[in-house]
Protein backbone atom coordinates (compact mmCIF):
# COMPACT_ATOMS: atom_id res chain seq x y z
CA UNK A 1 0.00 0.00 0.00
CA UNK A 2 1.60 3.44 -0.99
CA UNK A 3 2.83 5.66 2.08
CA UNK A 4 2.29 9.38 2.68
CA UNK A 5 6.26 9.64 3.12
CA UNK A 6 9.45 7.68 2.43
CA UNK A 7 12.18 7.97 3.99
CA UNK A 8 15.09 8.86 2.32
CA UNK A 9 18.84 10.21 2.71
CA UNK A 10 20.25 12.48 1.97
CA UNK A 11 23.18 15.63 2.91
CA UNK A 12 22.04 18.55 5.64
CA UNK A 13 24.51 21.16 5.74
CA UNK A 14 24.08 24.19 8.52
CA UNK A 15 26.41 26.64 7.38
CA UNK A 16 29.35 25.04 8.68
CA UNK A 17 29.52 21.13 8.80
CA UNK A 18 27.65 18.24 6.43
CA UNK A 19 25.67 15.73 8.02
CA UNK A 20 24.06 12.68 6.44
CA UNK A 21 20.73 11.95 7.92
CA UNK A 22 17.86 10.00 7.01
CA UNK A 23 14.42 11.75 7.34
CA UNK A 24 10.77 11.25 6.02
CA UNK A 25 10.33 13.26 2.37
CA UNK A 26 6.75 13.50 1.58
CA UNK A 27 5.65 11.60 -1.63
CA UNK A 28 4.16 12.11 -4.70
CA UNK A 29 2.28 9.44 -6.87
CA UNK A 30 0.26 9.43 -10.06
CA UNK A 31 -3.28 8.33 -9.56
CA UNK A 32 -5.33 7.31 -13.40
CA UNK A 33 -8.72 8.55 -12.54
CA UNK A 34 -11.77 6.45 -14.93
CA UNK A 35 -15.10 7.28 -15.38
CA UNK A 36 -17.59 4.86 -16.94
CA UNK A 37 -14.41 2.86 -18.35
CA UNK A 38 -12.89 5.83 -19.71
CA UNK A 39 -9.68 7.89 -18.58
CA UNK A 40 -10.23 11.23 -17.66
CA UNK A 41 -6.85 12.37 -16.64
CA UNK A 42 -4.00 11.54 -13.65
CA UNK A 43 -3.67 12.82 -10.58
CA UNK A 44 0.13 14.00 -8.93
CA UNK A 45 -1.05 13.73 -5.20
CA UNK A 46 0.35 12.28 -1.85
CA UNK A 47 -1.82 8.61 -2.10
CA UNK A 48 -3.52 9.39 1.55
CA UNK A 49 -7.58 9.69 1.06
CA UNK A 50 -7.45 9.14 -2.88
CA UNK A 51 -11.27 8.10 -2.83
CA UNK A 52 -12.35 11.69 -1.24
CA UNK A 53 -10.07 13.75 -3.63
CA UNK A 54 -11.79 11.41 -6.64
CA UNK A 55 -14.84 12.29 -5.17
CA UNK A 56 -14.14 16.24 -4.55
CA UNK A 57 -12.92 16.34 -8.00
CA UNK A 58 -16.06 15.01 -9.50
CA UNK A 59 -18.63 17.00 -8.02
CA UNK A 60 -16.29 20.08 -8.31
CA UNK A 61 -16.13 19.82 -11.99
CA UNK A 62 -19.79 19.36 -12.22
CA UNK A 63 -19.87 15.93 -13.43
CA UNK A 64 -21.65 14.20 -10.33
CA UNK A 65 -24.65 16.73 -8.28
CA UNK A 66 -23.76 13.88 -5.16
CA UNK A 67 -23.14 11.02 -4.02
CA UNK A 68 -26.46 9.61 -5.41
CA UNK A 69 -24.70 9.61 -8.51
CA UNK A 70 -22.35 7.14 -7.95
CA UNK A 71 -23.22 3.53 -8.05
CA UNK A 72 -19.66 1.99 -7.30
CA UNK A 73 -16.14 3.66 -6.97
CA UNK A 74 -12.61 1.66 -6.59
CA UNK A 75 -8.90 2.48 -5.84
CA UNK A 76 -6.63 -0.01 -6.79
CA UNK A 77 -3.88 0.62 -3.91
CA UNK A 78 -1.87 -2.79 -4.68
CA UNK A 79 -2.50 -6.17 -5.39
CA UNK A 80 -4.55 -7.14 -2.70
CA UNK A 81 -6.25 -4.32 -1.37
CA UNK A 82 -8.52 -1.86 -2.88
CA UNK A 83 -10.64 1.40 -1.10
CA UNK A 84 -14.39 0.59 -2.01
CA UNK A 85 -17.10 3.24 -2.01
CA UNK A 86 -20.39 1.45 -2.71
CA UNK A 87 -23.61 3.28 -1.38
CA UNK A 88 -26.48 1.43 -1.77
CA UNK A 89 -24.68 -0.60 0.73
CA UNK A 90 -22.96 1.77 2.95
CA UNK A 91 -19.78 0.49 2.20
CA UNK A 92 -16.93 3.44 2.10
CA UNK A 93 -13.54 1.10 3.46
CA UNK A 94 -10.56 -0.72 2.59
CA UNK A 95 -11.05 -4.22 1.63
CA UNK A 96 -8.84 -7.17 0.54
CA UNK A 97 -9.93 -7.86 -2.71
CA UNK A 98 -7.50 -9.09 -5.19
CA UNK A 99 -6.20 -7.20 -8.47
CA UNK A 100 -4.02 -7.67 -11.39
CA UNK A 101 -0.55 -5.59 -11.29
CA UNK A 102 -2.00 -3.49 -14.61
CA UNK A 103 -5.23 -1.84 -12.33
CA UNK A 104 -2.69 -0.64 -9.38
CA UNK A 105 -2.30 3.19 -9.65
CA UNK A 106 -6.14 3.36 -10.97
CA UNK A 107 -9.63 5.12 -9.34
CA UNK A 108 -12.35 3.35 -11.03
CA UNK A 109 -15.59 5.47 -11.18
CA UNK A 110 -19.25 4.15 -11.91
CA UNK A 111 -21.83 6.29 -12.73
CA UNK A 112 -25.77 6.02 -12.27
CA UNK A 113 -25.84 8.58 -15.34
CA UNK A 114 -23.72 9.61 -17.96
CA UNK A 115 -21.41 11.96 -17.43
CA UNK A 116 -22.65 15.70 -18.73
CA UNK A 117 -21.43 16.92 -21.57
CA UNK A 118 -17.73 19.05 -21.15
CA UNK A 119 -15.64 21.57 -23.19
CA UNK A 120 -12.89 18.89 -24.41
CA UNK A 121 -10.43 22.23 -23.25
CA UNK A 122 -8.64 21.09 -20.26
CA UNK A 123 -7.60 24.49 -18.27
CA UNK A 124 -4.30 23.41 -16.81
CA UNK A 125 -3.99 25.77 -13.64
CA UNK A 126 -1.04 26.84 -11.24
CA UNK A 127 -1.62 24.96 -8.66
CA UNK A 128 1.06 22.57 -7.69
CA UNK A 129 1.91 19.15 -9.85
CA UNK A 130 -0.12 21.33 -12.57
CA UNK A 131 -3.85 21.55 -11.28
CA UNK A 132 -6.26 20.63 -14.19
CA UNK A 133 -10.04 21.70 -14.22
CA UNK A 134 -12.82 21.45 -17.03
CA UNK A 135 -14.33 24.47 -15.70
CA UNK A 136 -14.60 28.20 -17.05
CA UNK A 137 -12.12 30.19 -14.37
CA UNK A 138 -14.11 33.70 -15.54
CA UNK A 139 -17.31 31.85 -15.84
CA UNK A 140 -20.23 34.55 -14.22
CA UNK A 141 -21.62 33.20 -11.00
CA UNK A 142 -24.10 35.08 -8.56
CA UNK A 143 -22.77 36.59 -5.47
CA UNK A 144 -22.78 34.04 -2.34
CA UNK A 145 -26.44 35.58 0.09
CA UNK A 146 -24.14 34.54 3.64
CA UNK A 147 -24.92 36.24 7.03
CA UNK A 148 -21.45 34.71 8.27
CA UNK A 149 -19.68 37.09 10.74
CA UNK A 150 -15.89 36.02 12.28
CA UNK A 151 -13.55 38.05 14.27
CA UNK A 152 -10.21 38.86 14.25
CA UNK A 153 -9.30 36.48 17.14
CA UNK A 154 -11.06 33.75 15.28
CA UNK A 155 -9.12 33.86 12.29
CA UNK A 156 -6.00 33.64 13.93
CA UNK A 157 -7.13 30.77 16.71
CA UNK A 158 -8.17 29.07 13.27
CA UNK A 159 -4.99 28.99 11.35
CA UNK A 160 -2.89 27.96 14.54
CA UNK A 161 -5.28 24.80 15.32
CA UNK A 162 -4.68 24.49 11.43
CA UNK A 163 -0.86 24.48 11.61
CA UNK A 164 -0.83 22.37 15.12
CA UNK A 165 -3.16 19.47 13.40
CA UNK A 166 -0.66 19.74 9.78
CA UNK A 167 0.82 16.01 10.81
CA UNK A 168 2.42 15.22 7.35
CA UNK A 169 3.83 19.04 7.29
CA UNK A 170 5.58 18.56 10.32
CA UNK A 171 6.95 15.29 9.76
CA UNK A 172 8.31 16.55 6.06
CA UNK A 173 7.63 19.92 4.98
CA UNK A 174 6.98 20.14 1.13
CA UNK A 175 2.99 19.65 1.84
CA UNK A 176 -0.46 21.56 1.68
CA UNK A 177 -2.84 21.71 4.50
CA UNK A 178 -6.32 22.99 4.68
CA UNK A 179 -9.38 22.59 6.71
CA UNK A 180 -13.14 23.30 6.58
CA UNK A 181 -14.00 25.35 9.75
CA UNK A 182 -17.33 26.21 11.97
CA UNK A 183 -16.95 28.58 14.73
CA UNK A 184 -13.84 27.88 16.60
CA UNK A 185 -13.01 24.14 15.71
CA UNK A 186 -12.09 22.57 12.47
CA UNK A 187 -14.82 19.72 10.77
CA UNK A 188 -12.46 18.15 8.13
CA UNK A 189 -8.96 18.76 7.26
CA UNK A 190 -6.51 17.20 4.45
CA UNK A 191 -3.28 17.28 3.78
CA UNK A 192 -1.33 16.95 0.30
CA UNK A 193 1.49 17.80 -2.27
CA UNK A 194 -0.97 19.80 -4.19
CA UNK A 195 -3.01 22.50 -2.47
CA UNK A 196 -6.01 22.49 -4.95
CA UNK A 197 -6.22 18.51 -3.98
CA UNK A 198 -6.21 19.36 -0.50
CA UNK A 199 -9.63 21.24 -1.40
CA UNK A 200 -10.95 18.13 -3.70
CA UNK A 201 -10.13 15.79 -0.65
CA UNK A 202 -12.17 18.15 1.87
CA UNK A 203 -15.18 18.32 -0.70
CA UNK A 204 -14.79 14.59 -1.31
CA UNK A 205 -14.90 13.68 2.66
CA UNK A 206 -18.05 16.34 3.19
CA UNK A 207 -19.80 14.71 0.24
CA UNK A 208 -19.54 10.84 2.39
CA UNK A 209 -19.83 12.09 5.70
CA UNK A 210 -23.10 14.41 5.34
CA UNK A 211 -21.28 17.78 6.20
CA UNK A 212 -22.82 20.95 4.93
CA UNK A 213 -19.68 23.62 3.35
CA UNK A 214 -22.07 26.35 3.29
CA UNK A 215 -21.44 29.20 5.45
CA UNK A 216 -18.15 27.69 6.42
CA UNK A 217 -14.48 29.26 6.84
CA UNK A 218 -11.85 27.33 4.90
CA UNK A 219 -8.71 27.74 5.26
CA UNK A 220 -5.31 26.84 3.52
CA UNK A 221 -1.40 27.02 3.70
CA UNK A 222 -1.89 27.12 0.19
CA UNK A 223 -1.24 30.48 -1.97
CA UNK A 224 -5.29 31.21 -3.54
CA UNK A 225 -5.50 31.12 -6.97
CA UNK A 226 -8.26 31.05 -9.61
CA UNK A 227 -8.62 27.15 -9.05
CA UNK A 228 -8.40 27.36 -5.38
CA UNK A 229 -11.37 30.51 -4.85
CA UNK A 230 -13.09 28.60 -7.49
CA UNK A 231 -13.82 25.40 -5.74
CA UNK A 232 -14.36 27.42 -2.38
CA UNK A 233 -16.87 29.35 -4.63
CA UNK A 234 -18.67 25.71 -5.17
CA UNK A 235 -18.46 25.02 -1.90
CA UNK A 236 -20.40 28.12 -1.11
CA UNK A 237 -17.65 29.33 1.27
CA UNK A 238 -18.13 33.00 2.30
CA UNK A 239 -14.61 33.11 3.80
CA UNK A 240 -11.22 31.65 2.45
CA UNK A 241 -8.22 32.33 4.43
CA UNK A 242 -4.66 31.80 3.97
CA UNK A 243 -0.75 31.71 5.31
CA UNK A 244 0.15 33.10 1.84
CA UNK A 245 -0.77 34.93 -0.72
CA UNK A 246 -3.90 35.19 -3.05
CA UNK A 247 -3.40 36.07 -6.90
CA UNK A 248 -4.54 39.19 -8.47
CA UNK A 249 -7.30 37.09 -10.80
CA UNK A 250 -8.70 35.55 -7.17
CA UNK A 251 -8.87 38.85 -5.46
CA UNK A 252 -11.21 39.66 -8.37
CA UNK A 253 -13.09 36.81 -8.59
CA UNK A 254 -13.68 36.90 -4.68
CA UNK A 255 -14.98 40.34 -5.25
CA UNK A 256 -17.13 39.31 -7.68
CA UNK A 257 -18.91 36.71 -6.02
CA UNK A 258 -18.93 38.35 -2.55
CA UNK A 259 -16.76 36.52 -1.13
CA UNK A 260 -14.20 37.40 2.13
CA UNK A 261 -10.75 36.89 1.04
CA UNK A 262 -8.29 37.46 3.50
CA UNK A 263 -4.18 36.31 3.21
CA UNK A 264 -1.09 36.55 5.05
CA UNK A 265 -2.71 34.87 8.24
CA UNK A 266 0.16 34.36 10.56
CA UNK A 267 -0.94 35.49 14.28
CA UNK A 268 -1.45 38.25 15.18
CA UNK A 269 -1.37 39.65 11.50
CA UNK A 270 -3.39 39.00 8.39
CA UNK A 271 -4.55 41.09 5.42
CA UNK A 272 -7.98 41.31 4.45
CA UNK A 273 -8.49 41.70 0.19
CA UNK A 274 -12.34 41.82 0.35
CA UNK A 275 -15.60 41.59 2.12
CA UNK A 276 -14.17 43.26 4.66
CA UNK A 277 -17.83 43.50 6.27
CA UNK A 278 -17.66 40.14 7.41
CA UNK A 279 -14.81 40.83 10.01
CA UNK A 280 -15.54 41.91 13.66
CA UNK A 281 -12.03 43.51 14.45
CA UNK A 282 -12.73 43.60 18.02
Same mark, same amino acid.
Given at each position: MPEPLLELDYLDYDGSRVTKVRRPVIAETPWVLYVDRHELL????? $?????? =? %? =?GFLVSEGLIDGLEDVYQLKVYLDQDRVWMVYPDAGVNELLPI $????? %??????? /?????? $???? +?? /?VLTSGCGGGITFDDLHDDRP %? =???? =????AKQITGLMRELDYHATLYRQSRGVHTSALAEGNRLLVLAEDVGRHNTLDKIRGECLLDGIVTQDRILLTSGRISSEMIGKARKMEVPVVVSRTSPTATSVRLAQQWGMTLIGY?? %? +??? /????GAERVDWE
Open positions: TFMCS $PVRLHC =L %A =L $PACEE %AVGAIDV /RLRRPV $PNQS +PR /R %A =LSSS =LRVSAR %A +PKF /RVYT
